[in-house]
């Protein structure tokens, strides 16, 4: 039988809340066993890049990202949000190494084909290198990866950290048996994403096709729900969309997927 492995991501609403991020970290240094944590970073983007009077582009809920945008991502993902994380959990004996794709060759991309739109320096993921993530896992080390990935000839792209997220547990799903976790500051995937108490408790492909055309599911959950699906697609065994509290079993209702 395979180990197994918890993917955790964090988004930009929590790690821009400080009591709800403290509260996350407490939590997931105290989760038992092999785990990842993924991170996000936009809003910290948007704000920082806002103070440098460089004005975000998105589309789509992706971000445009030009070499000026590219520089602050990699200071903010990379840099600030990442090496905070990491000494964060440090404090809290979680042996952390933060990550980008290209610290290792953990996660190769190819920069995004300009068809309508150019998306600039974003990344599409080819490969995970599941055997060196797996060698630190090993070593008893936790790794935190943020928001980056790199083209193998020098090139560092930003990508989308749900995307992340999910290829990193399908690609590790060959050598554990692998949880995914999308941590946000809802309950769930809302019938009414006005009402809180409107969660979802459980969507399966049917329900998935039913919620797009009605448009239950819109802007970044429509990512983060494609990436599910992916995930659960292609081995990765549990998919879970909640509050942070779900990974230390604080909370009773959240969204699972099944295919
Ligand atoms: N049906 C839905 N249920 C919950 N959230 C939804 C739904 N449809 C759209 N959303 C929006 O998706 C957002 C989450 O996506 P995003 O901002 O990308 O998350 P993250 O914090 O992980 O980066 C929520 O804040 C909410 O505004
Ligand atoms: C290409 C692209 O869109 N990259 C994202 C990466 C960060 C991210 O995904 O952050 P959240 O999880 O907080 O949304 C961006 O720059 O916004």
Redesign the pocket.
Known sequence: MKPELSVV??????IENESALGDFLNDFAAMKGNKILVH?G?RTATRIAGQLGIPAQMTG?RRITTRETLDVIVMVYGGLTNKNIVARLQGLDCNAIGLSGADGNTITSGKRPVKDVDYGFAGDIREVNGKAVKALLESGMTPVFCAITHDGKGQLLNTN??TIASEVAIGMSEHFETSLY?????K????N?EDDNSVIPHIDTESYKQ?LETR?????????MHNCFNALQRHVGKVHIGLPGMIAGKEDLFTTLTL
Do not use: T
């Open positions: 991501k964090i988004g930009g609403n929590i996000g936009g809920g950290a749900d999308y941590c946000f500051e809802k769930g995937v809302l019938r994403v919620l239950v599911i819109a802007d970044g959950m429509l990512p983060k």
